[in-house]
């Protein structure tokens, strides 16, 4: 599947992020490094203190401005949310908005499939055998499964899904 940040072209992110009120783009554009994945890049040199990118807080994903979606409003009242799911429903919420979302241009850069541990083959799994990593995706394969369980809880709980 192709990777939208592929597609957009740095002039897409760049008026997107121009867009943000308090923003300033001067030395920087998206970059999809290869062997380490996503980033920023600089255009010029830059010296120490130089100002790269400037977004305004209040226009970042945070759980305040997921909290203040008016969609999700009711159900943060309802629901004893965690952060992660809160953000996870923001997300969701922004993305089903299409381009009639604030946070549109970022959505566009996200890709849409990524690696996931819950996915991975048995054989994929068995090179993790007698490292610590197998530790670790086992403890987030588990934290995967009871966030979306107790998320799907809250919201029948509220009639909310």
């Given at each position: 599947m192709e990777d939208k940040m592929q597609a957009l072209t740095v002039d897409d992110v760049i008026q997107g992020l121009s867009g943000i009120t308090g923003s300033s783009v001067s030395k920087v554009t998206p970059h999809?490094?290869?062997?380490t994945g996503r980033g920023m890049k600089c255009l010029t040199d830059v010296k120490k203190d130089d100002l790269l990118l400037a977004i305004p807080f209040d226009s970042c994903w945070t759980e305040t401005t997921a909290r203040a979606c008016p969609e999700l409003v009711p159900v943060v009242e309802k629901c004893d949310l965690s952060a992660d799911q809160l953000m996870q429903l923001h997300l969701l919420v922004e993305k089903s908005k299409g381009k009639k979302s604030g946070m549109h241009t970022h959505i566009a850069t996200l890709p849409e499939t990524f690696d996931n541990c819950d996915y991975w083959t048995e054989e994929e799994r068995k090179e993790l055998k007698g490292s610590r990593w197998l530790h670790f995706?086992?403890?987030?394969?588990?934290?995967?499964?009871?966030?979306?369980a107790a998320l799907e809880a809250a919201l029948k709980k509220e009639g909310l899904s």
């Open positions: 999809d490094f290869p062997g995706l086992k403890a987030e394969e588990g934290q995967i499964r009871e966030d979306y």
